[in-house]
């Protein structure tokens, strides 16, 4: 059975892995300084024991984009994934102002609730920006980081130069569409048989829920995550795993050795005949580096 939360096209899923995650989403109301209401908020917790791992996903995303990584890592270690605020099956709220900052302040908030001790954060593409301010921020959040193919060194977002009505919801329109999204998720996969109707499913489930467009939209305007400086970067102190796919399409090759370069205790390790996702297309690498990372 599915959480009755998840939009009822769920039913979709044909995946083994896609079913037993959706299966395993949970709720909690939230409470957060960015709204008096309780912000009800996606999430996914598997295994126990070693340091919790702290899975943030990327850019129009959800926890499913870990439906391969997670039961891997969860087999030794506590690890949790959650929805951004403003993405995924996490409640979009009116009058929240949905920005890198709003992130941050539930994803603290998140983190302070339900974990509250130090995490290996694990951030794929924005998600990896997202893990880099969070660490900047609350460095006593995160004892290890990890970046998946990371956005962050460069900014903001094309579509912010359409966001204004009528093109605002033109624009999401167009993200919305199925033939769009799988052109777009093509692009992210080096195999091109990874890119199947179930990944497509995973990747549009949540564009059903109340007021996506509004919070995309509202996000997009903010000008979402800037580039960080190389100084800035080179003030996160914790030890740091880059993983990269060789084949990357979407962020290229070269942020990678950016990343190496900027961030002092930092090792890069290149995952071979993969794309911008490792954690979907080379899921056992991924978590094999990942569990060693955590494990050093």
């Given at each position: 059975m599915f959480p009755n939360f998840l939009p009822q096209t769920v039913g979709q899923?044909?995946?083994?892995?896609?079913?037993?995650?959706?299966?395993?989403i949970q709720t909690t109301a939230l409470t957060t300084p960015l709204?008096?209401?309780?912000?009800?908020?996606?999430?996914?917790?598997?295994?126990?024991?070693?340091?919790?791992?702290?899975?943030?996903?990327?850019?129009?995303?959800?926890?499913?984009?870990?439906?391969?990584l997670l039961p891997l890592l969860a087999g030794n270690?506590?690890?949790?994934?959650?929805d951004l605020l403003g993405f995924g099956f996490t409640?979009?709220?009116?009058?929240?102002?949905?920005s890198p900052s709003a992130i941050k302040i539930h994803l603290y908030d998140f983190w302070k609730s339900l974990i509250n001790q130090p995490v290996i954060l694990v951030g794929a593409s924005m998600g990896g920006a997202t893990a880099i301010d969070l660490a900047l921020s609350y460095p006593e959040l995160v004892k290890k980081l990890v970046l998946i193919d990371?956005?962050?060194l460069a900014g903001g977002s094309p579509l912010s130069k359409l966001m204004f009505p009528p093109l605002d919801y033109l624009a999401t329109q167009f993200l919305s569409n199925m033939k769009v999204r799988d052109r777009i998720a093509r692009i992210g996969y080096?195999?091109?048989?990874?890119?199947?109707?179930?990944?497509?499913?995973?990747?549009?489930?949540?564009?059903?829920?109340?007021?996506?467009?509004q919070a995309l939209i509202a996000f997009t305007k903010s000008g979402g995550y800037s580039a960080f400086r190389f100084k800035k970067i080179s003030q996160i102190l914790q030890?740091?795993?880059?993983?990269?796919g060789d084949s990357d399409k979407i962020l290229?090759?070269?942020?990678?050795?950016?990343?190496?370069?900027?961030?002092?205790?930092?090792?890069?390790?290149?995952?071979?005949?993969?794309?911008?996702?490792?954690?979907?297309e080379q899921p056992q690498i991924t978590a094999q580096n990942i569990l060693k990372f955590s494990s050093e």
């Open positions: 899923l044909t995946e083994p892995a896609s079913i037993t995650l959706a299966q395993n709204t008096n209401e309780p912000i009800t908020t996606a999430y996914v917790k598997q295994g126990s024991g070693g340091t919790p791992i702290l899975l943030i996903h990327g850019f129009d995303s959800s926890v499913l984009e870990f439906r391969r270690n506590e690890t949790w994934a959650v409640d979009r709220l009116s009058g929240i102002a949905y990371s956005a962050g080096k195999n091109q048989s990874l890119a199947s109707l179930d990944a497509l499913y995973c990747s549009a489930l949540h564009l059903q829920m109340p007021n996506w467009h030890p740091t795993l880059i993983l990269w290229g090759i070269k942020d990678a050795i950016r990343f190496k370069r900027a961030i002092p205790q930092s090792t890069l390790i290149w995952i071979q005949d993969c794309g911008h996702l490792p954690h979907l």
